[in-house]
């Protein structure tokens, strides 16, 4: 008696801290799991359609009440089945075309999941939505407020808002897919990080980037977008997507090196282990090294990709077997394609090379970077509307004299409605009046904006229209489309020697408002012979 009596005092001090048993308890209507770790965490699965309806943390209640989590908006209705087998707790939810899996490993203060699919849902994207709780979790990382729209008034669409003096949006807290693998909602004591291990099911590519955090005041959601139609430049990919996972800790920010390698061992549809796939390695060379470089590979059914070293060498992620396109990029501009075919167990050696190749330059503004870097708004472009008062006011510079001009005052973007036509002048010798080619590079394009050229008394032809990729891009935050390159070929004698004229104005058969005029971003602007 007093021995017990001492042990359960002793427990009732430790509190919260007190680990808990990892178990699955099964009611009518739903499954709980205690993940059996030190800083206790329960969740509740509703079984008739897989919404997360509780998520308690360390004595506290992280799920929104009034709305689950989830994925897409819900399934609706699911059959949703659980196992517990040793260490590990499954949770399945299938429908006609999805399997999602909830799997809590004993000890972790970890939801890992899964996602399974042979159809794109009928809503046309597929995401998995935390709604958590905004008064204990209000901030966003590791952007900021940039995505917090309590309180806000919409100001485009239903997505883009008006907070104060400031524009946010959930679009501004994107991060490109290569530099994404974790982003966090937190306060003052608990912190819930989504980490991902990989992207191979989703589309895009390397540089493709979609909306991760949004607090909107009723709760904060924490996102990760799998497929989506946002600026999206490639096919959706179905089979299994993750695995993936929401961390839970009271202040520190986990390692995004989490093995989820135990996923095979679960029965999870669409699992490639390890020593199913095979790796890519070699050296890339060629490209200006002063940007970073990217090594690509992509077929209907993966992607991957990785940074090289400093001195071009990479190796791939593990990847399934398959023959890949294989690119090579100088920041986001790619320099080189080719293609590899990966057999499980091995390491196919392969090198890539490339570079861009012009002329003899006469002028250029910016890099062939495949970003607008450098240019008038472009820092800012990422995380606010272009309205936003903190931007430079889009019309500052009438005319860019090269030479004389700074890039910084160049426009990322040109809109037909608000800075188009602009004017850029040069001074060309006399051995510069023969035949040249002004390449105009862009990274996206809206309602068909593509440039039109006048050199002094030249005017180039309109080119054709730009794939349309039906979605809004530079005012929520996007920059990557599908990088269009357009080539002006000038006879000789359109360059007089002295100053020249040039113009880029905005073509399009379409019209719109302001922003929502049609325009594109510029990477670069080159003449050369
Ligand atoms: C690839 O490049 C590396 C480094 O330059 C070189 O040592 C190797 O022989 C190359 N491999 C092939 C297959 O060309």
Redesign the pocket.
Known sequence: MFISGLILASLALWGKGVEAAFGLTTNTDTYIVDAGSSNPLKFTVDRSNCDITSINYYGSELQYQSTGSHIGSGLGSATVTATQSGDYIKITCETDTLTHYYVAHSGDSIIYMATYTTAEPSVGELRYIARLNADLLPNEEPFGTVSNIAGGTAIEGSDVYLVGSETRSKFYSSERFIDDQRHCVSGSAHRVCMILNQYETSAGGPFHRDINTNNVGSYTGLYWYMNSGHVQTESYRQGLHGPYLMYFSRSGTPSTNIDTSFFADLSIKGYVATSGRGYVS??ASGADSSMKWVVHWYNDAAQYWTYTSSSGSFTSPAMKPGTYTMVYYQGEYPVATSSVTVTAGSTI?K?ISGSVKTGTTIFKIGEWDGQPTGFLNAPSQLRMHPSDTRMSPWTSTPTYTVGTTSPSSFPMALFKSVNSPLTIKFTATSAQTGAATLRIGTTLSFAGGRPQVTVNSYSGSVPSAPANLDSRGVTRGAYRGFGEVYDVGLPGGSIVAGTNTITISVVSGSSGDEFLSPNFIFDCVELFQ
Do not use: D, E, Q, V
């Open positions: 070699g050296t050696s090198n």
